[in-house]
């Protein structure tokens, strides 16, 4: 009879050799060692101001027992069936702090507070070799760049963990990297996606091998499941309405489009599937874009529109790159193809200029809640009029009336409306009497020093026109600003509040 | 202040009671409004149409296959 396992939990200073000594380079390895993926979190955690690693030396990982049933359990090499997990902290401690933490019965909320505000997150390691890197959450980057732009992580979530009693919280988005036997790049990239958008909806986030099997569960152009040999975009769509929500296809267009759809996806705190087609070679690459670099909305270069596009302000995406590592920095770029201006993708390192890759964008997967099932070149079909509309009628803003597309949860936006400066009637009529779905569409008509007002559609509609619920006011407005804006909702068939 | 839709329909007295001034800068606002959406549509076709041209989804898009190894 096979003993129970022993848990050690041991707590070492963090330093460049950390990940590279945790990691031995397996038996018989060829190829350069370490990895790619270990040398890039390296460079993060350096950056997020790591000081403390905490490891677990037995750890049941969901993602990789689920993977281990059905792929790596009937190989000849017998794989372990747990994992070491590594917990990072910004504050520096050693065993004998542990242990007062632990073991300090009467200031376990200080504990966990203490533990809490230096918490950076973790990698859980799995016995793989070559392909290391299981499920990892790490705290993003803050909100101010170098160069003045900012930051914006629209589709992360706070993950809880639990270690030694204590129970802490990280905001971001599940990595690993890939291990070609259950899953390649898209399985990953979609699996990263998935792990925010799945429990949105009270689904549970499938494994990699969930994804893997109900991707080829029909269509199985490549001839084989296992290995995985990669996935088309037809099959993420299948794989995608497997696990109970809906796939958007957005093929990609120009540089203004894709990046006003990458705004309004982000900003919905939707994780998005980057089908990217690279310079060099013929396979096609998945990542998940998961935040953007936002800088100033640049001015209108068509002399006959009066109102600018929110989607020119970004800069770059933060991606998951399972070949790199998590947040990893993509800089938007025109590049030009034939007769054509396509979008380019720049991937760099976490802290130098040094390019990784360059691609185009091919399209954007995105898994959306099947209730929402407007889209947002839909909306941003409405949108573009709306905003020109504005731009007419507000000639004060001199051409910087500014339009962007988003979807929110219809409760969280009654939430914020609280901090619009609505009246009270107002503010009562949109908490108590305004009907709105579950998801609904907004367009934002903002200038740069103030937020002007939302246009609210339904999301359940298939069309943004005619399905506006509400226009909002959302900054001070004169008497006629005001009464031009009652007007106009009362043109699009909505309500006006104010 | 809310105001819903259904304020298409006539109001009575109250309307009846405002001064023919505000009136006529309402009905100028009302015409204003109504000038700029004809105009902003007019505008922005060609480039809904555009955007619109680019955004179909195709077989080979579809059956593009990703699998980057690592």
């Not at chain 1, 009270?202 to 494994?207: E, F, K, R, S, Y």
């Not at chain 1, 007419?392 to 914020?416: D, H, K, N, W």
């Not at chain 2, 109504?34 to 898009?61: C, M, N």
């Amino acid at each position: 009879m096979t003993g129970y396992p022993e848990q050690i939990i041991r707590i070492s200073a963090f330093g460049e050799q950390f990940l590279k000594e945790r990691c031995p380079k397996p038996a018989g390895y060829l190829r350069e060692w370490p990895p790619i993926q270990l040398l890039y979190l390296t460079t993060y955690l350096g950056r997020l101001g790591c000081r403390t690693v905490i490891a677990e030396s037995h750890y049941i990982d969901r993602d990789y027992i689920a993977d281990l049933s059905l792929f790596y359990a009937r190989s000849l090499r017998p794989y372990e069936n747990f994992c070491q997990r590594l917990h990072f902290f910004s504050e520096s401690f050693d065993q004998g702090r542990w242990r007062a933490l632990v073991t300090d019965g009467d200031a376990h909320t200080a504990s966990e507070a203490f533990l809490q505000n230096c918490y950076l997150g973790f990698v859980v390691i799995r016995p793989l070799p070559g392909c290391p890197v299981g499920r990892t959450v790490l705290a993003t980057l803050g909100a101010s760049t170098a160069d003045g732009c900012v930051r914006e992580f629209g589709a992360i979530r706070d993950n809880t963990i639990h270690l030694a009693g204590f129970k802490l919280i990280v905001p971001g988005l599940a990595f690993q990297q890939q291990d070609q036997g259950v899953s390649a790049c898209a399985t990953t990239a979609l699996w990263s996606a998935l792990q925010l958008t799945a429990p949105l909806e009270g689904l549970p986030a499938p494994t990699p091998a969930d994804i893997t099997q109900a991707a080829s569960r029909y269509f199985l152009p490549g001839g084989r499941a296992l290995p995985s040999q990669g996935l088309s975009i037809q099959q993420m769509c299948e794989a995608t309405r497997a696990c109970g929500l809906a796939p958007v296809v957005v093929p990609a267009t120009d540089p203004a489009i894709d990046k006003a759809h990458l705004l309004a996806y982000s900003r919905s705190g939707l994780p998005v599937v980057l089908a990217l087609e690279p310079l060099k070679g013929p396979d096609g690459h998945a990542v998940c874009c998961l935040g953007v670099k936002v800088g100033a909305s640049q001015p209108q270069p068509d002399p006959a529109l009066h109102y600018r596009d929110a989607g020119t302000s970004i800069q770059a995406v933060y991606i998951h790159d399972d070949r790199l590592g998590p947040y990893a920095v993509a800089d938007l770029n025109p590049y030009t193809v034939g007769c054509s201006i396509r979008t380019s993708l720049l991937i760099r390192w976490p802290t130098e200029k040094t390019e990784f890759e360059q691609s185009l964008l091919k399209a954007l997967v995105v898994p959306v809640p099947v209730k929402l099932r407007l889209t947002v070149d839909r909306m941003r079909a409405l949108g573009v009029g709306i905003a020109e509309v504005s731009g007419l009628l507000f000639p004060e803003f001199e051409r910087t009336i500014t339009m962007a597309c988003r979807f929110a949860l219809a409760t969280t936006y009654q939430v914020g409306s609280r901090s619009f400066g609505l009246t009270e009637a107002g503010l009562h009529f949109i908490r108590c009497e305004l009907v709105l779905s579950r998801y609904i569409g907004i367009i934002e008509i903002t200038t740069p020093d103030a937020h002007l007002f939302d246009v609210l559609i339904d999301a359940t509609e298939t069309e943004a026109n005619p399905s506006v619920l509400a226009c909002v006011r959302r900054g001070p407005l004169s008497g006629q600003q005001e009464e031009k804006l009652r007007v106009l909702a009362r043109n699009l068939g909505a309500v006006y509040v104010g | 202040m809310s105001e819903k839709s259904t304020s298409r329909k006539p109001r009575g007295p109250k309307r009846a009671a405002r001064p023919a001034r505000a009136s006529q800068e309402k009905g100028s606002i009302e015409a204003e409004v109504r000038a700029a959406l004809d105009q902003a549509w007019q505008t922005v076709k060609p480039i809904l149409k555009r955007e619109q041209d680019g955004a179909h989804v195709t077989s080979e898009l579809l059956n593009f296959k990703l699998r980057r190894g690592a």
